[in-house]
């Protein structure tokens, strides 16, 4: 299974959401590995931080290149997430091609779901979802953005990622043992997503 995580605008949420899925597909019994095809390398980072602490993540980061996305392909017991750059690049096209699912995580004011419009344009051929993150329950829009995103039929997650401390300060170091709501949206998807078998205990 290929999971590519893409927005045209970029931003930590993106990297974010590709380590935390990544920890829940480890903690699953499930070989994962997280492809960082963006040039600003914030996944490569995190991980060589995260080892320097004696923190190593359960799951491998290797930086890709548009070629290295080409005709990739996983096994079936395997999970691979590919965190792309921001924009429109070569690669984001390569990694939406060899993906089984896009994910677009966004967070939930308005100027962050304004581009996640030209973000669906570009993966139309693909099948893909929207996942808030970063959403503070206490605020308007995490009640009425998501409703907008239905309304407009936009394939949004039922699950949503609250802002918590604990994942905002997990960069560069080890995944911490409660995953927030990423354990959820990971639930999610599996069951939607991924054969049985595979994600059987």
């Known amino acids: 299974m290929i999971w590519s995580l893409v927005h045209t605008k970029g931003g930590v949420a993106k990297t974010t959401t590709a380590m935390f899925l990544a920890a829940a597909a480890a903690r699953r019994g499930i070989s994962t590995r997280v492809l960082d095809a963006d040039p600003q390398g914030s ?3 995190w991980a060589e931080r995260a080892a320097s602490l004696d923190m190593s993540l359960p799951f491998t980061v290797t930086p890709a290149t548009a070629d290295d996305l080409r005709g990739l392909t996983s096994t ?3 999970l691979i997430v590919i965190d792309t750059p921001p924009g429109t690049a070569t690669a984001i096209d390569a990694a939406i091609d060899a993906a089984d ?3 677009i995580p966004t967070g939930p004011r308005s ?17 893909t979802t929207i996942l808030l993150t970063l959403v503070d329950l ?5 009640t009425e953005i998501p409703l907008a995103l239905a309304d407009a039929e936009a394939p949004i997650l039922r ?4 802002a918590r401390t604990a994942v905002e300060r997990a960069f560069g170091r080890g995944i ?17 997503m991924v054969p049985e078998e595979v994600v059987a205990q």
Not at 138 to 142: S, T, Y
């Open 111 to 127: 100027a962050d779901i304004d581009r996640v419009w030209p973000t669906l344009d570009i993966t139309a051929h693909r099948p």
């Open 43 to 45: 996944a490569t980072s």
């Open 101 to 103: 699912l896009v994910i």
């Open 76 to 78: 079936p017991d395997e």
């Open 176 to 192: 911490p043992r409660y995953l927030g709501d990423y354990a959820d949206v990971f639930e999610e998807l599996t069951a939607a």
């Open 138 to 142: 206490r605020k308007v829009e995490a």
């Open 159 to 162: 699950t949503v990622v609250r």
